[in-house]
């Protein structure tokens, strides 16, 4: 068990350019989540996968983001044409019978 | 989503217990109570759960209200290495549908040396 791996960590990318952040997560937890944080606010819920089926998306998932996760097992997060209310931690979590597990996030910085 | 109070910020000294409360009187009968914490450029972390029973573990104490309305997260000798954002976060069940977490802005722990 390494854990839930996010790549990558940071991300600086002009305004207007597609992004793509990966995640892999605890090989044998198949539900896995995204989040977005913005500094000083706790992390908010995007979207959600049971195995390679999306369950729920928040309305905070804009039709410029997109997730997917083939085969159940790592997931993809892409924003398209970037804006600089993109820039936030991007956060991964699989889950357990304890709980959650995060990865360390990938920074995405809109200039 | 049931939703939980916390204070924004508290202060501790080095060594000595800390006491981080939270409100949650919308809690359902089937809501678990959850602690993470985060350190800074880090995801969170999970401390601690708890349904009604007190729960002790390696990090933490978790005291749960008798009307489960509250909860107090215990560290029983602060260090600086556990100066961090706690959140407390309401979590149904297994089978009780998307099993997301809720955050709020939790509370931020210092601790002085």
């Known amino acids: 068990d390494t854990g839930v791996s996010q790549n990558p960590r940071h991300k600086i990318t002009k305004r207007g350019q597609n992004v793509t952040f990966r995640c892999d997560p605890i090989?044998?937890?198949?539900?896995l989540y995204w989040y977005r944080q913005t500094l000083g606010q706790g992390p908010e819920f995007l979207t959600y996968?049971?195995?390679?089926?999306?369950?729920?998306k928040s309305r905070l998932l804009s039709d410029r983001f997109s997730a997917e996760r083939p085969k159940g097992s790592f997931s993809t997060l892409e924003i398209q044409r970037t804006e600089q209310g993109d820039s936030a931690m991007y956060l991964c979590?699989?889950?357990?019978?304890?709980?959650?597990?995060f990865g360390s996030g990938t920074r995405l910085t809109v200039v | 989503d049931a939703k939980t109070t916390q204070p924004n910020s508290m202060e501790s000294n080095e060594e000595e217990p800390v006491h981080l409360p939270c409100n949650h009187s919308?809690?359902?009968?089937?809501?678990?109570i959850h602690w993470y914490r985060q350190l800074p450029s880090q995801g969170p972390e999970y401390v601690i759960h708890?349904?009604?029973s007190n729960v002790n573990n390696r990090m933490a104490s978790l005291a749960i209200a008798e009307d489960r309305k509250s909860s107090t997260l215990i560290l029983h000798r602060a260090t600086l290495r556990d100066a961090a954002v706690y959140y407390c976060?309401?979590?149904?069940?297994f089978g009780s549908g998307t099993y997301k977490y809720i955050f709020g802005t939790g509370t931020r722990l210092k601790v002085l040396a």
């Open positions: 090989s044998e937890h198949n539900r």
């Open positions: 976060i309401l979590r149904g069940g």
């Open positions: 919308t809690i359902s009968g089937t809501d678990y």
């Open positions: 996968f049971q195995n390679e089926a999306q369950l729920e």
């Open positions: 979590a699989s889950v357990g019978v304890d709980g959650y597990t």
């Open positions: 708890g349904l009604t």
